[in-house]
């Protein structure tokens, strides 16, 4: 199921990136996706059929997260604030946010987490006797749909031409600022997913180290190794997930703190980057 979270956190970058935007908010995204499902899964109608909570939640869940990448996309259209910095603030502000739903709002009082949301809310098992849920194909059919909107869509191509050249782009009649809040609304609803995933399909709470996970931050990883295509995310996101799933292997084996499996995934994406592995190539860029 890391694989699911991974899929949907690097739809969240690579969708962005490609107009040359940089959402490094997908964590607070993810966040307050996750904030939002906890919030209307307790307080939804009990009588409700399980796949119509579940459906509920995760449009809600992506509703969330594309509102909250909205507010650093607008910004950006409007006064051309710096998108690193207002996602990355954003990311704060959820990461609080679900912090006092943990503390405050709706503290489960045994453990650190959130109450848990009811068992009619929660995504059913694909294949019985394994973790395997219904996140998996949402996530899935969220990389098909972002291929398809990328490849086969007028918004897809302005949102390419955006990224080769902008200033072409806007002599084309082609409205920038209309990408950057368009991007960012579909990268935060993706990141809002991987949030409705990571409650209804995982753990059925919100953790206090949730945090820790770092999903939002390396969806960018995995955005990059798979070059920002939709589809590639998929492979890429499963080899990451293989690299954490082992890494979190080595640390209960060892006895070795839980930081050193996010260090070697790291370092990894660094050689990567180092050998040229990973690679940006706008033409503006390389004619320079």
């Known amino acids: 199921m890391t694989a699911s979270l991974l899929i949907a956190t690097g739809l969240a970058a690579a969708i962005?990136?490609?107009?040359?935007?940089?959402?490094?908010?997908?964590?607070?995204?993810?966040?307050?996706?996750?904030?939002?499902?906890?919030?209307?899964?307790?307080?939804?109608?009990?009588?409700?059929?399980p796949g119509l909570s579940v459906a509920i939640l995760v449009i809600?869940?992506?509703?969330?997260?594309?509102?909250?990448?909205?507010v650093p996309g607008i910004l950006k259209a409007t006064i051309n604030a710096n998108e690193v910095i207002t996602s990355l603030m954003m990311t704060f502000i959820a990461i609080e946010l679900g912090n006092w739903a943990i503390d405050g709002i709706w503290p489960q009082g045994a453990s650190n987490e959130t109450m848990s949301v009811p068992a009619n809310t929660l995504m059913p098992n694909i294949w019985s006797g394994t973790l395997v849920t219904w996140g998996l194909p949402l996530a899935l059919i969220a990389a098909i749909v972002a291929w398809a909107v990328m490849s086969r869509t007028k918004l897809g191509f302005e949102i390419r031409a955006v990224g080769l050249n902008p200033q072409t782009a806007r002599m084309n009649g082609m409205s920038v600022g209309k990408v950057a809040i368009v991007t960012f609304a579909l990268g935060g609803a993706f990141a809002g997913l991987a949030g409705s995933i990571f409650i209804l399909g995982i753990n059925g709470a919100l953790p206090a180290g949730f945090p820790l996970n770092n999903f939002g931050y390396l969806g960018i990883a995995v955005a990059l190794v798979a070059r920002l295509s939709p589809l590639w995310i998929i492979p890429s996101a499963v080899l990451f997930a293989g690299l954490r799933v082992g890494s979190d292997g080595l640390q209960a084996s060892t006895g070795l703190s839980t930081t050193v499996g996010q260090i070697l995934v790291a370092l990894f994406v660094i050689l990567l980057l180092a050998f040229r592995l990973i690679r940006f190539s706008y033409p503006e860029v390389a004619s320079r």
Do not use: D, H, Y
């Open 60 to 70: 809600a869940s992506m509703v969330a997260g594309a509102v909250w990448g909205l």
């Open 16 to 49: 962005p990136f490609r107009a040359q935007l940089w959402n490094v908010g997908g964590e607070g995204q993810m966040w307050f996706g996750a904030f939002c499902t906890i919030g209307i899964a307790l307080n939804l109608p009990k009588g409700l059929a």
